[in-house]
């Protein structure tokens, strides 16, 4: 199945609206941005521009609107039926590209749905995307046998934690959390935030 017909009305009722098999919630969406935001205003780092690159339904990107008023936040999707519905930007994480970097790029739920290659193409552009903060969601191989697969799209590939971090690595310095800053830091991270 082509990857664009795989992301269908079908796909986001199963695995976001359907609260019997959906993988999240609005409301752990509203978590996850209150924490990114937090982390962010302690280490006192700006948030002007805001990019959520398979932004999805909008939760995440509505949250962080909420969280950082002022700032102009951009969803960019592949899946042509969310575009169509929300009126996103489309766009792959590959490829896309903006004429200024944002101070927080958000990417959750993409990667793994990516072979090598592309994925590797993906963290390079989200590397180029970001100026301040990335904040990255990935299902890696040490995950699976852990997470709930009624809810968990199985159609995905997976890597080790250490294949991210290789790859990461060269661009970013994690922060815990799925927090990561762009190398080099703007910001002061003692040793321990960053291990």
Same mark, same amino acid.
């Given at each position: 199945?082509d990857?664009?017909?795989?992301f269908d ?17 609005p ?14 205003? +302690?280490?006192?780092?700006?948030v002007?521009?805001?990019?959520? =690159? ?18 102009r ?7 042509? +039926? ?15 590209s ?17 072979d090598?290659a592309?994925?590797?193409?993906a =963290? ?5 995307l970001?100026?301040?903060? %990335? ?16 809810r !968990?799209?199985?159609?995905? +590939? ?9 790859? %990461?690595?060269?661009h ?5 959390g ?5 190398k080099?830091?703007?910001? !002061?991270?003692?040793?321990?935030? !960053?291990?």
């Open positions: 199945m990857s664009e017909e795989r009305a079908r796909y986001y009722e199963r695995y976001y609206k359907n609260p019997r098999t959906r993988a999240t919630t409301q752990a969406v509203r978590r996850q941005a209150a924490f990114v935001a937090s982390y962010l205003r +302690h280490l006192d780092l700006p002007r521009r805001v990019l959520d =690159i398979g932004c999805g339904l909008g939760w995440m990107l509505g949250a962080l609107q909420n969280e950082f008023p002022k700032a936040c951009t969803g960019v999707e592949y899946s042509t +039926h969310l575009c169509r519905k929300y009126g996103w930007t489309q766009g792959s994480v590959t490829d896309f903006a004429r200024a970097p944002f101070d927080l790029v958000v990417c959750h739920d993409v990667l793994p749905s990516l090598d592309r994925c590797r193409a =963290i390079a552009n989200l590397a180029r970001c100026r301040g903060a %990335l904040y990255l969601g990935v299902l890696t191989a040490e995950d699976w046998d852990h997470c709930d697969r009624a !968990t799209d199985p159609d995905v +590939h997976l890597r080790s934690a250490a294949w991210y971090a290789r790859l %990461l690595g060269k970013f310095q994690s922060v815990g799925g927090v990561f800053i762009k080099p830091a703007a910001v !002061t991270l003692w040793s321990l935030e !960053t291990i």
